[in-house]
Each structure stands twice: as C-alpha cells, then as structure tokens.
C-alpha cells in the first residue's frame, strides 16, 4: 500500500491518503468549475476508509452545493479540500491539485462534459460520460 499526503494551501488542513494507486476523473460540471475557478476540476475517488486525517479535519467549513453533495473548504485560505455525498454513497471526492508534489495519478476519462465550457476542448481519448446534473 502506499501513502500518498496532501492538504491546503496553507497547511492547516492534512490529510493522507492510503492506496496502491490514484485514480482520477475529469469533472465538467458547473459546481465544480465554480468550486475550483477553472474549466474542469480532477478529483480522486476513494473509500472513507483510504483516507486518514492528520490537521485540521475540525477545522473544515461545509457548503452543501447541491441536494446531495457537500464541499468542504479551509476557512483559513479557501482550499477546496473534499466533495461528498453526490454519489448516492460514501465514497469521497478529493481534489487532485491539494495532493503534495507530483504523485503518479492516472486519469481515467471525464464526466459531466454536457456542461463543458465552449471555450475549452477536450484533446484525449479518454472515455467521456454525457451526463447532466439533475
């Protein structure tokens, strides 16, 4: 198993995430274009269990973005740290850019492309998912 650490701009918030791998999806839809300032945001899927805290979990403020889907920031520098509860499940949503360095991360395609901007294309072969939120 590997470890692969993370946290927010401002070091308050830890976290380590605990897998053989990382894979990652493409995210088009608007909360998440909002959430993160850019195009697309890409986010790492795991199990609660994957993820262990070391600072600041206490510290997190939650926005609840949609009926279903919470986000949580640091308060300190605005760091969009975790996405849950929009899969129906307890799997978590961890924004790739707050993992420490360069980690070996394999994107495995892109979801929500209906709502991708017109102003950015997508250039890869990825699988797409065309889906559209509620």
């Given at each position: 198993?590997?470890?692969?650490?993370?946290?927010?701009?401002?070091?308050?918030?830890?976290?380590?995430?605990?897998?053989?791998?990382?894979?990652?999806?493409?995210?088009?839809?608007?909360?998440?274009?909002?959430?993160?300032?850019?195009?697309?945001?890409?986010?790492?899927?795991?199990?609660?269990?994957?993820?262990?805290?070391?600072?600041?979990?206490?510290?997190?403020?939650?926005?609840?973005?949609?009926?279903?889907?919470?986000?949580?920031?640091?308060p300190?520098?605005?760091?969009?740290?975790l996405?849950?509860?929009?899969t129906?499940?307890?799997?978590?949503?961890?924004?790739?850019?707050?993992?420490d360095?360069?980690?070996?991360?394999?994107?495995?395609?892109?979801?929500?492309?209906?709502?991708?901007?017109?102003w950015?294309?997508?250039?890869?072969?990825?699988?797409?998912?065309?889906?559209?939120?509620?």
């Amino acid at each position: 198993m590997n470890r692969f650490p993370g946290g927010c701009l401002c070091g308050a918030v830890r976290y380590e995430i605990e897998r053989k791998f990382l894979n990652a999806m493409h995210c088009y839809c608007g909360m998440c274009r909002k959430a993160h300032g850019t195009a697309y945001s890409t986010h790492v899927m795991l199990r609660p269990d994957q993820m262990r805290w070391l600072a600041g979990r206490e510290r997190l403020v939650a926005y609840r973005s949609s009926a279903a889907g919470v986000r949580e920031f640091c308060p300190v520098c605005g760091t969009h740290v975790l996405v849950h509860g929009q899969t129906g499940d307890d799997m978590l949503a961890v924004p790739a850019g707050t993992l420490d360095g360069d980690p070996p991360l394999t994107v495995r395609g892109h979801m929500f492309v209906a709502d991708c901007v017109q102003w950015y294309r997508i250039a890869d072969d990825l699988p797409l998912q065309e889906i559209e939120l509620g």
